[in-house]
């Protein structure tokens, strides 16, 4: 059939519906292949799968009594110390830390996102 000799409207559009589903069979047909190709590949590269290892479930719960657990209370405190000197202009000296209370803020959940949104 030709282009040429379609007469009608509904025979133009009908040609063109029949070349595009022809077209879209040819590249699914040649994924498919490219698909079967890789997976026979792997089956005669000779690497074997390492075996599935039983994954643990952990809680963000644990995970995070687990983080404070390794933090490091003298280190802490002597970087707080520090950088409360250094925002005052003294020394360390002059500085004693009692008490420090981890505070969540919406200023500084901005300013994560806002970091993390320009690294990306």
């Not at 040429?4 to 509904?10: I, M």
């Not at 040609?15 to 994924?31: D, P």
């Not at 404070?68 to 830390?97: F, H, K, P, R, W």
């Amino acid at each position: 059939m030709n282009i040429y000799d379609l007469n009608t409207p509904a025979e133009i559009i009908s040609y063109g519906i029949v070349i595009s589903i022809e077209g879209m069979l040819v590249v699914f047909a040649i994924l498919i292949l490219i698909m079967l190709t890789i997976y026979a590949m792997k089956l005669f590269s000779g690497e074997k799968k390492p075996k599935s290892k039983a994954v643990e479930t952990v809680t963000t719960e644990e995970v995070a009594t687990t983080a404070e657990e390794t933090v490091d209370e003298g280190e802490l405190i002597a970087v707080l110390t520090a950088a409360v000197a250094a925002c005052m202009g003294t020394s360390s000296a002059g500085v004693n830390i009692r008490s420090y209370k981890k505070v969540s803020s919406a200023w500084g959940n901005a300013a994560k996102r806002e970091v993390l949104d320009n690294r990306f």
